[in-house]
T-cell receptor
């Protein structure tokens, strides 16, 4: 069965420090991978998606970047965190592109607090 | 762009009550998802539906394509049902509602 792992679960970082959140998927090959951010009182916002190794699309201009060094690994990064980067970050994978015509699978999430 | 509205935003009920959470959207879609977000933050998929009704245990999801509306029902609610329930729609990309926070009191 497919599983998705995401870490760290909780992170407190000072403004200006770097960030690395990692997500790995098991039980499937060539998954479409996604990073979402959930800010307080708002719906999930798509940040990045990837349809293959080295292929990254950005949905929202921001202070963050994403990379996909391996088929089932997706990394969210920042060189210098801003206060506004605080939030709950979720990795997800889907079967068919952006439209998620199949079932959705989410990681457990990473709660980032920037001080 | 599709707008997804959920109601109510917050709901507190007694154990055993019948729960209804509503979702409406503005533009035609190919499918709609109901998701459950646990207190720890993890999200699981409950239903994906494009027409009619689906049932899984005490959970029932319905969708009316003409009215652009879906409902999630929980029968015989239990404190373990306490969570945030999120509606999401497939347009050219998936769009999420802000969620309904449900609290079931024992």
């Amino acid at each position: 069965s497919q599983t998705i792992h995401q870490w760290p679960a909780t992170l407190v970082q000072p403004v200006g420090s770097p960030l690395s959140l990692e997500c790995t998927v098991e039980g499937t090959s060539n998954p479409n991978l996604y990073w979402y951010r959930q800010a307080a009182g708002r719906g999930l916002q798509l940040l990045f998606y990837s349809v293959g190794i080295g292929q990254i699309s950005s949905e929202v201009p921001q202070n963050l970047s994403a990379s996909r060094p391996q088929d089932r690994q997706f990394i969210l990064s920042s060189k210098k965190l801003l206060l506004s980067d605080s939030g709950f970050y979720l990795c997800a994978w889907g079967e068919t592109g952006l439209a998620f015509t199949g079932e959705l699978f989410f990681g457990e999430g990473s709660r980032l607090t920037v001080l | 762009k599709n707008e997804v509205e959920q109601s109510p935003q917050n709901l507190t009920a007694q154990e055993g009550e019948f729960i209804t959470i509503n979702c409406s959207y503005s533009v035609g879609i190919s499918a709609l998802h109901w998701l459950q977000q646990h207190p720890g933050g993890g999200i699981v998929s409950l239903f994906m539906l494009s027409s009619g009704k689906k049932k899984h245990g005490r959970l029932i999801a319905t969708i009316n394509i003409q009215e652009k509306h879906s409902s999630l029902h929980i029968t015989a609610s239990h404190p373990r049902d306490s969570a945030v329930y999120i509606c999401a729609v497939n347009d050219d990309k998936i769009i999420f509602g802000k969620g309904t926070r449900l609290h079931i009191l024992p």
